[in-house]
Structure formats: structure tokens, C-alpha cells
């Protein structure tokens, strides 16, 4: 039997078995169904005037126009703030939950290196993450045609789903640093201290105009939230990204290959 | 010979506080090998070395001839463990925690999770989440764990944790019938001496984190100390009448102890003396000492 394969096997079963899959599910997908609502509300602005505050807010955020490059913005930028929290989560939960759940030490010592075992975590984390943004705008194009939002074209759809991936790949990439803390912080809190620690320091280096070299930006940035994506985001802004994420890949794998294991 | 386990000054610190000190220890292949010692004694600590789970500060570990560690290695494929309290998925059934199992230990044989469920009796639970199992269930999922690949090797934390006494002599008759049978060597560390006393071929006895004695079966009854206890209705004249006879006589609330060769040896005459001084006793018994006292004894926690 492939080690590899073995692993994946085991870190999908306890992904199928445990409610956190259906917790980020439902989760990340109130995303679209918030954007199909703002659609509707500002579709009929007798109804938005009615429904007072909430469409005061939808109004404020998309300048009132409700066709699909404004439908497309909300799940792109939803997909930078939320994909940061609902990642951190999967990903804090897959590392984080062997040490609460004390079975790491059953993790250690077999005939599976644990570096397949975390590699198996990892990939069973972007492919979820993954899905899930996939999923997302499945989503978002069934309660779009549902709510008959218009100036669809085919263009619009292929770069909106390009520059929704693309976040998504972008988030991803800093989540191993959120393994890195639920290892060795044994357990789900640090890997969600520091992930609402990144969200907080990556708007103050937005503010500061430090955005673009600052990796736990760089998916805000480039989702359009703080302005045009294409003036502030370049190669070297990428380039942070990746080696965040070669720093947080070493630093995991590390930890598991030789960190003390006394609890 | 090739040992089994094998360690050369094994220590480890955790600070200021050294937990394992230059611990030697060799188990033969085939030893059902009990490892004795009270609480934070480095027990755990010696077994998770053991398992290339921690590193020690010095010191060198080998199992079934293999060096273990760094990085996990180890003959991983030969040995079964179980450290500290058993722990499962506890949304995962108890089949799927043993799948799990199976998967990452690398046997294709799908009966193998079915076989070890028969064994260690846990039919009736198989498809029972983990999480809702009882303590003694639990423990019996983390030695099906362990016995599932059918290892050479059992490294066992306290095995007998949380079983009932029906349980505790299954487990018992369960790991001497595969050392006997199957030639598998047993390490197990426990508190419940009588469940070492009864079938290890060895034991050591480790104190803060050193090995203080390490003995055959054989050996341990002629370490442990006899005496002759007696009781009397008058145990004051009792005692006066030997002391007077020249025997140092220890004595409790309700019974004198004498430890003396000439006593425990010639109870016959301890109860003439006794009869002729016109106490005689009610009991006269040579009593053995059992492993909890030898150990109490030994680490200090007794006289």
C-alpha cells in the first residue's frame, strides 16, 4: 500500500467524519447567498428603501449597481477576508486537533514517516480550501442566475473565477504557518490567535502602504478591496507570498520530524 | 545476544528537572519485562525515548537492534505501543480508529481490523463511535491498536489502566499467552504491582529517573525480607518475654515482628518460649514480604 495514499485515506476519513467540513461549508457559503441578497435588494429600490439599514449598507457597498462585475466583487472580496478565516480554521483544526484530541502520539511511531502524514494533512487542506472556493462560486453563478442579475458575459465569468482562485491559491499559501502554530501551540487556539493576528497587522500594513510586501496582505490587495488590484500587487509581492508559505512548509515539517513529543 | 531494547545512559531533562538519568536497560527477546515506579518517576518518559518520541539529552536507544531516532526512525513495523492513556477519534467508530490503524501501519489484510476486534473483545463495540466508548473499552481499543500488525515488540504504558478485574486477567493471560506462544517480548510499565509479581520474567524498578534495581522473577524471592509475626492476647508480656530472650522485637498496634534468622527459621521455639512465659501466642505466622512492600521499601516510601 502506498504510504502516501494511506495517509491521505485516514486524514479524509476524519475530514468526512467530523462536522468541520460541514461547518466551513455552510459557513463560506452564506458568501454568495449575502450577494444574492444585495443583488435583489438593490434590483428594487422601493424594496431597499423598505428594508431601511440593510440596504443603506448594500447601497454604501457596491455604489448601487447590481449586475455581475458588482456580484463578482462581493464574492471576490468576501473570498479575501473570509477565506482567511474559514482556511485558518480547516487548517487549525486538521494539525491542531491531534493534540487535542492527544493522538499525535499515535502519529509517531509507525511504519508511515510523519512526514507523509503531514504532507497528507497538507494536501488534504488545499484540497478542501480549494473545493470550497470552487464551490463558492458554483454557488455564486446558480443564486446569480436565480436572482437574474444583469450584464453577464462568458469573459467576466472566466476572469472572475481566475481572480477568485487566484485569492483563494494566495490565502492558502500563508496557512502553514497556521499548521506551524496549531503544532506547536498543540491545539486550535494559536493557529486562530495568530491567523486574526495576521488579519489585523496585514490592515495596518495596508494603511501604512506596506500592503504589498506584506504576505498576509497581498490577498486583500489583490481581491480590489483596498483599490485597484494591478497598481499595487506585483511580482515581489507574490514572491513574499511564496516564501511565506516555503518558510511555513519547512518550519512544519520540521517540527514533526524532530520537536519534542512529551505530552 | 541481541537484545529486544537496549538503552546506554539514557537521560533526559526537562529543565532543571531530570526526568530519566543514565538508564541501562536490556530486554531479551521472548521477556515479559515489568517496569516499576511511583508517579513522574520517568516511567512515560522512558518509554516515549523508547519510541523515538522525544530525544534524549544523552544516551543511546536501540530496539530490535535498530538505532531509533532522530526523525522518528525506528523498527516501527515490528513494534506495538501504547503511551499514557489510550486516545481514539472520537467521531470515528471504533472499526474506523483501527482502519486508520491498519492503513498507516501498511497491511493490506482487511481482516486484520476484524481479527484484532475479536480478540481483545470488542465485537459488540466495533461500530460504537470512540468518543462514547468507557474508559476500559478505550484502553482496549488502544491494545487492539497495538496488536493489530502482530509487532515482535509490545512497548505498554500501564496496560492494565482503567480495565475491570475480569479485564485486568484477560489482558494478563492475553500478553503471557504471546510471549509464550508467539515469543513476543512485553515492556510494561504499571503501578499494579500484583500484575507485574504475577507473570513478568523481569523487572526494574525505576526512581527518579534512575534504574534502582532490575531482577529475574526468580530472584525476587529471595530479596524479599520474611519475618515472623506474632500475636498474643497479653502482646506487652509477649514482647518483654522475648526481648528478655534476646530477640529484637518490632511490634505494631497488634502484632510483634521479628526478623531474626533464628526466629523465622525455629517458629516452634518463639512459641515455646512464648508458652512457657505463660503468653502464648494466638498467631504465629512467617510472612513474606510481597513486591508492593519490597518496592515501597526500596524507593523509600515505607520503612
Known amino acids: ?263 | 545476544m541481541s537484545f529486544a531494547i537496549e538503552t546506554d545512559g539514557l537521560s533526559k531533562s526537562y529543565g532543571p528537572v531530570r526526568a530519566v538519568d543514565s538508564v541501562n536497560l536490556r530486554v531479551g527477546p521472548g521477556e515479559i519485562y515489568g517496569f516499576l515506579g511511583l508517579n513522574g518517576a520517568g516511567k512515560t518518559t522512558t518509554i516515549r525515548a523508547l519510541l523515538g518520541m522525544i530525544r534524549p539529552n544523552a544516551g543511546a536507544v536501540k530496539v530490535l537492534g535498530q538505532a531509533v531516532g532522530p526523525n522518528g526512525r525506528g523498527p516501527w513495523r515490528q513494534v506495538g505501543h501504547l503511551v499514557e492513556r489510550p486516545a481514539a477519534y472520537p467521531e470515528l467508530s471504533v472499526r474506523e480508529n483501527l482502519e486508520i490503524a491498519r492503513h498507516l501501519q501498511g497491511i493490506a489484510d482487511r481482516s486484520a481490523t476484524s481479527l484484532v476486534i475479536e480478540r481483545l473483545g470488542l465485537a459488540s463495540y466495533a461500530d460504537r463511535k470512540a468518543g462514547a466508548l468507557s474508559t476500559g473499552n478505550l484502553q482496549r481499543l488502544g491494545l487492539a491498536r497495538a496488536l493489530l500488525h502482530e509487532p515482535e515488540l509490545l512497548i505498554l504504558d500501564e496496560p492494565a489502566n482503567g480495565l475491570d478485574p475480569a479485564g485486568v486477567v484477560e489482558i494478563r493471560e492475553l500478553l503471557a499467552s504471546l510471549a509464550h506462544e508467539k515469543g513476543v517480548t512485553v515492556f510494561m510499565s504499571s503501578h499494579i504491582l500484583t500484575e507485574v509479581e504475577g507473570h513478568a520474567t523481569r523487572i526494574g524498578i525505576i526512581h527518579k529517573g534512575r534504574l534502582i534495581e532490575e531482577l529475574e522473577a526468580e530472584e525476587l524471592d529471595g530479596l524479599r525480607s520474611r519475618r515472623l509475626e506474632i500475636k498474643a492476647r497479653n502482646l506487652e508480656a509477649a514482647q518483654d518475654t522475648l526481648a528478655k530472650a534476646g530477640f529484637a522485637v518490632k511490634a505494631s498496634e497488634n502484632t510483634l515482628y521479628l526478623s531474626e534468622a533464628r526466629a523465622i527459621d525455629a517458629p516452634d521455639e518463639v512459641a515455646t518460649i512464648l508458652v512457657n512465659a505463660g503468653t502464648p501466642p494466638i498467631r504465629l505466622a512467617v510472612e513474606q514480604e510481597n513486591l508492593e512492600d519490597h518496592f515501597l521499601r526500596l524507593t523509600g516510601e515505607k520503612e
Open chain 1, 1 to 263: 500500500m502506498n504510504a502516501f495514499l494511506a495517509a491521505f485515506w485516514a486524514e479524509t476519513l476524519k475530514a468526512r467524519r467530523s462536522k468541520v467540513s460541514l461547518l466551513t461549508f455552510a459557513g463560506f457559503s452564506i458568501l454568495p447567498l449575502v450577494g444574492g441578497l444585495f443583488m435583489i435588494i438593490l434590483r428594487d429600490p422601493e424594496r431597499a428603501r423598505a428594508m431601511g439599514l440593510i440596504s443603506v449598507k448594500a447601497q454604501l457597498f457596491t455604489a448601487g449597481v447590481a449586475d455581475w462585475p458588482t456580484y463578482f466583487d462581493i464574492l471576490l472580496q468576501g473570498m479575501a477576508i473570509g477565506g482567511a478565516i474559514v482556511f485558518a480554521l480547516i487548517t487549525a483544526w486538521v494539525f491542531g486537533r491531534e493534540f487535542s484530541d492527544h493522538t499525535v502520539k499515535e502519529l509517531l511511531a509507525l511504519p508511515t514517516p510523519r512526514g507523509i502524514i503531514v504532507g497528507a494533512k497538507f494536501v488534504l487542506t488545499a484540497l478542501w480550501m480549494l473545493g470550497l472556493s470552487l464551490l463558492i462560486f458554483v454557488i455564486g453563478l446558480a443564486i446569480g442566475a436565480a436572482v437574474d442579475i444583469p450584464d453577464w458575459s462568458l469573459k467576466l465569468g472566466w476572469t472572475s473565477f481566475r481572480s477568485l482562485m487566484t485569492t483563494a491559491l494566495l490565502t492558502i499559501m500563508l496557512m502553514p504557518f497556521v499548521a506551524w502554530f496549531a503544532s506547536v501551540g498543540r491545539g486550535y487556539l494559536p493557529p486562530l490567535g495568530w491567523a486574526i493576528l495576521t488579519l489585523v497587522l496585514a490592515q495596518v500594513a495596508g494603511i501604512l502602504g506596506w500592503g504589498d510586501w506584506f504576505p498576509w496582505s497581498v490577498p486583500v490587495l489583490f481581491s480590489g478591496m483596498a483599490g485597484p488590484p494591478a497598481e499595487q500587487v506585483g511580482v515581489h509581492s507574490y514572491i513574499v507570498v511564496l516564501l511565506t508559505f516555503i518558510a511555513g512548509m519547512v518550519a512544519t515539517f520540521a517540527w514533526w520530524r524532530s520537536a519534542d513529543q512529551a505530552r
